[in-house]
């Protein structure tokens, strides 16, 4: 089935620090969305991508759509200690035959910031 | 503000005891969702009702079954809850037929099952 390649895994870093994570599918996606899960929480959109080459900010976060349509790349810039939790980027396929929103994830990126 | 909403936020179940979650929404989306997400995982997808119309995932067991009686509302019914069933159940929604506007996630309820 469709898979998306999230990475890394995780990531531990210093306040203040820039962070970079991304999403790879062998697979054409239509949209991209990048979500944050606090611990007990649902998800949270953050950003959601919808055209080839599309860069969009929402306060310190940036996220862009690949040119390609088979990856996305979400970076936080001067990270604090409440970016902590869990990333996870999402995305429809273009082969996908419906228009009822149905979403791959990939398996997220955890991320620590030390103050 | 509009926004999903879970009720209740942790539910305890026994084994084989039957257990209903709970959905509601204010953002008068046609498309909501079950997700079933386990510790360290992705939300993996259950089913969805586009409108009135159900859809389940073909991996999704029996033992999950869904009711939407209105736009508002929709239910997640576990039959007979197994222990692996213990599990974070998120509910979302989108407006769809006019391509992906982003899913919306509630705040989720924690099952525990003894």
């Known amino acids: 089935g469709q898979q998306l390649n999230q990475s890394p895994q995780s990531m531990f870093i210093q306040e203040g620090e820039d962070v970079s994570m991304n999403c790879t599918s062998s697979s054409i996606f239509n949209t991209w969305l990048w979500y944050k899960q606090d611990p007990g929480e649902g998800p949270v959109l953050l950003i959601a991508?919808?055209?080839?080459?599309e860069l969009t900010s929402n306060g310190r976060l940036t996220a862009q759509f690949g040119i390609t349509r088979k990856d996305s790349f979400l970076n936080i810039s001067a990270s604090i200690p409440s970016d902590v939790g869990i990333y996870f980027c999402a995305g429809q396929p273009s082969n996908y035959g419906g228009s009822q929103g149905n979403l791959i994830f990939g398996k997220g990126t955890k991320l620590s910031v030390k103050p | 503000d509009a926004m999903v909403i879970q009720n209740p936020r942790y539910q305890v179940t026994q084994f084989g005891k039957p257990v209903t979650l709970s959905c509601s929404q204010t953002?008068?989306?046609?498309?909501m969702y079950w997700y079933q997400q386990k510790s360290s995982q992705a939300p993996k997808l259950l089913f969805h009702y586009y409108d009135k119309d159900f859809n389940n995932e073909a991996d999704t067991p029996d033992n999950f079954q869904s009711r939407r009686p209105n736009t508002s509302f929709c239910f997640l019914d576990i039959r007979s809850p197994g222990l692996g069933d213990a599990a974070m159940y998120l509910c979302?929604?989108?407006?769809?037929?006019?391509?992906?506007?982003?899913?919306?996630f509630g705040p989720g309820t924690r099952l525990t099952v003894t």
């Open positions: 953002l008068n989306h046609n498309v």
């Open positions: 991508l919808y055209k080839a080459g």
């Open positions: 979302a929604t989108s407006s769809a037929g006019t391509g992906v506007s982003g899913q919306y």
